[in-house]
T-cell receptor
């Protein structure tokens, strides 16, 4: 079974509109972390936002927020006021086994290609 | 501050050739790792290290070797390249084993003919 599922291969959004990128995850761990990374056409991986499984509030970083619904095992990324520069591939990722150590291993989803249009 | 530096950026190999992808970080990170990125498959973990002298396998380790003789360097070796190893390779590191944020290198695009 996929540990991270991103069901939207591609998304379009109008400039200045908000967009939600979906991510669902599968884990039996009680302590885990969820991440979003952005990969523009230049190829680098840019960290956007992090949510810990025990964090009571949804994470926010500027125009990015993470809609964390633990019971549904979803961690959707919300980008407010989209800009042309937001056009990129977006990856959701999960780190399990935080309490047992073993390294900062991330499992990635297959990504969502976002295109922001005028 | 250079961050995570990968070399080379591009490489073409013939089947059966060997090569080493270099990764160095100057942030005194304990944790370092290698991922490969293939179309439609996201990033998959090849090998990782939680400190100098300690390495372990990730999800797709076959065909790759690693070593960690220093905190700064974590090279990835392809002993006998195969076309299935054509991919983009990323090195990533973090301050601590449980640090949230992974810092990524800029990637190496490898083609095996």
């Amino acid at each position: 079974a996929q540990k991270i599922t991103q069901t939207q291969p591609g998304m379009f959004v109008q400039e200045k509109e908000a967009v939600t990128l979906d991510c669902t995850y599968d884990t039996s761990d009680q302590s885990y972390g969820l991440f979003w990374y952005k990969q523009p056409s230049s190829g680098e991986m840019i960290f956007l936002i992090y949510q810990g499984s025990y964090d009571e509030q949804n994470a926010t970083e500027g125009r990015y927020s993470l809609n964390f619904q633990k019971a549904r095992k979803s961690a959707n990324l919300v980008i407010s006021a989209s800009q042309l520069g937001d056009s990129a591939m977006y990856f959701c990722a999960m780190r399990e086994g935080i309490l047992t150590g073993g390294g900062n291993k991330l499992t990635f989803g297959t990504g969502t290609q976002l295109k922001v249009e005028l | 501050n250079a961050g995570v530096t990968q070399t080379p950026k591009f490489q073409v190999l013939k089947t059966g050739q060997s090569m080493t992808l270099q990764c160095a970080q100057d942030m005194n990170h304990e944790y370092m790792s290698w991922y490969r990125q293939d179309p439609g498959m996201g990033l998959r973990l090849i090998h990782y290290s939680v400190g100098a002298g300690i390495t372990d396998q990730g999800e797709v380790p076959n065909g790759y070797n690693v070593s960690r003789s220093t905190t700064e360097d974590f090279p990835l070796r392809l002993l006998s390249a195969a076309p299935s190893q054509t991919s983009v390779y990323f090195c990533a590191s973090s301050y601590h084993r449980t640090q949230e944020k992974l810092f990524f290198g800029s990637g190496t695009q490898l083609s095996v003919l």
